[in-house]
């Protein structure tokens, strides 16, 4: 046998499941989820902004932070999507492939960095166990700025782990935990609060020490940090807003750090038990009812998970014992308190639920530990795997009908149909009564970035969520109006069109409805 047929023989286990990781990610990607995400063409629209026009859509060149909806946006996924767009074009798989590539390597970085910390065996079992999970392979379907953070955290944790036996590898964490700091907001708070504790605890232990490389490790996610520091500066009016060729420091139209403070910690707590108890937010772009966020039986073991995890760091704390089980406890405890200061979602806590997922890890892996059968933890293993085969069959027949509304499927095609018609019959405006919002119509038609500047009229500027109330010549209705000229409408919508007296022409969830003048 060759010496590639024995690696595969003696991985192959680990091959299958990063397979099953490739396929459930992968397959029909620019096509399910249907439609584009408001955000998501936001995030992708940028990207084609800064590409090809050299700034943004608001006119920032190098933006460390992105103004989009007027409260901002972290500006990585963007940087991220940019050169496949370059190579592919402003396309719906295009801009999902950056989070479709981190979504596997998460798979491989969860496997390698359980190997490390505990065996091979339990590797492989925490592997699986992320690559068959329902929300983190919806959440490495499309490209929302939130979904790349977990990704750069176990990156930036995994080379941290290999720093406490090789100090060099302290500066690739440090730039990973950077990294992540541009990949969303939450991370703001995360990563020092983390990081502070991670520090004193391992210093405690005698597993770091202060040398060449922790302190280029501490520069350099100090220089990473700067800008945004800068950044936040200027967005309580500390410094005025900064604009050069080579970076830019926007002052948003609203910003958003107050809601930090908001006080509705009993609402905040209530939503924090609903998305991990009921496991749904009521957002289908992350959860599918039916399965949740990591299917709706995994309570108990997401319980004992806990139960080990806590009864671990106590042992290990009264026989003064150093264990990587405590930066997980801390990494929990930490999102719990932004859960409370901050009403959640499912992909705002995105990264609590890669912690949740931990516990469930832990968990199901006990369960076999203590009845002491293999055979068990077969047994556990077959029915996420049947599970995971169920949920891939419903979504991939049922769900793109399931959020094709919500989506507005169709909505491209109905796009370029609609400017069509505008220049074969010399109309003035498109009015655009669908729920489309103004990102997704730049994303679909590929919009003159200088033209959309010079031409977009807000409704309810200033505002932290600015609607479009034209540009150029889209125009977003308030109310559906019966005159003569081209809509933009919702399928649901066609009956009264038609019986207006207008040619209505549907696209899926989308349709077109036209009268002459």
């Known amino acids: 046998m060759s010496k590639l047929g024995k690696q595969i023989k003696k991985n192959w286990q680990l091959i299958f499941i990063m397979l099953v990781a490739l396929f459930s990610r992968s397959v029909l990607l620019g ?26 859509s608001w006119g920032y060149r190098a933006p460390v932070y992105l103004t989009t909806w007027g409260s901002g946006m972290s500006v990585f996924e963007s940087l991220f999507m940019m050169p496949f767009i370059k190579f592919g074009g402003l396309k719906l798989v295009m801009i999902r492939l950056p989070q479709m590539i981190m979504g596997i390597v998460t798979v491989l970085v969860v496997y390698l960095l359980y190997s490390r910390m ?20 919806m959440m490495s379907r499309w490209g929302l700025d939130a979904n790349m953070a977990p990704a750069f955290i176990l990156l930036a944790m995994y080379f941290a782990v290999l720093g406490l036996s090789n100090e060099k590898y302290l500066i690739v964490s440090s730039l990973f935990w950077g990294i992540s700091l541009y990949c969303y907001v939450l991370m703001w708070l995360f990563v020092p609060f983390f990081l502070l504790f991670s520090l004193c605890y391992c210093i405690k232990y005698h597993k770091i020490r202060i040398s060449k490389y922790t302190i280029s490790a501490v520069v350099l996610l100090f220089l990473l940090a700067v800008p945004l520091l ?45 998305l991990y108890i009921k496991q749904d937010d009521y957002n289908f772009m992350s959860v599918i009812p039916a399965f949740g966020l990591y299917y709706l039986y995994s309570m108990p073991f997401i319980l004992i998970g806990a139960y080990d995890l806590v009864k671990t760091v106590w042992r290990n704390r009264k026989q003064k014992q150093f264990g990587y089980e405590v930066f997980l406890l801390v990494w929990i405890i930490i999102y719990i308190v932004i859960g409370v200061m901050r009403s959640v979602s499912a992909h705002r806590a995105n990264c609590m639920s890669m912690a949740i997922l931990f516990l469930l890890i832990r968990g199901s892996y006990y369960i076999g530990h203590i009845f002491r059968s293999v055979w068990v933890r077969r047994g556990i293993s077959v029915l996420y795997l049947a599970s995971f085969c169920l949920f891939m069959r419903y979504y991939f027949t049922d769900y793109p009908d399931m959020i094709k509304q ?63 109330e034209r540009f150029d010549f889209f125009c977003w209705d308030t109310e559906a109006g019966y005159y003569d000229g081209i809509y933009v409408i919702n399928s649901d919508e066609m009956d009264d069109y038609e019986k207006a007296g207008y040619h209505v022409t549907q696209f899926d969830a989308c349709a077109i409805a036209f009268r002459e003048e």
């Open 31 to 56: 096509k399910i989820p249907c439609g584009v995400h408001a955000d998501e063409a936001y995030a992708g629209y940028e990207a084609y902004s800064l590409l090809k026009y050299g700034t943004d």
């Open 118 to 137: 505990t065996d091979h065996k339990k590797g492989l079992w925490a592997a699986m166990m992320i690559a068959v999970c329902p929300w983190h392979i």
């Open 230 to 274: 800068l950044f936040v500066a200027v967005n309580i009016g500390a410094l005025p807003e900064l604009r050069t060729a080579f970076i830019s420091i926007p002052r948003l139209v609203q910003f958003r750090g107050e809601e930090l403070g908001e006080g509705h910690i009993f609402t905040n707590i209530k939503n924090l038990l609903r």
């Open 406 to 468: 919500m989506q507005l499927a169709g909505a491209d095609e109905a796009l370029e149909y609609a400017v069509v018609l505008k220049e074969q019959n010399s109309s003035d405006v498109i009015h655009v009564t669908a729920r489309l919002r103004h990102p997704q119509v730049l994303f679909y038609l590929e919009y003159p970035t200088d033209l959309y500047m010079e031409t977009v009229e807000w409704k309810n500027y200033p505002s932290g969520w600015l609607e479009a």
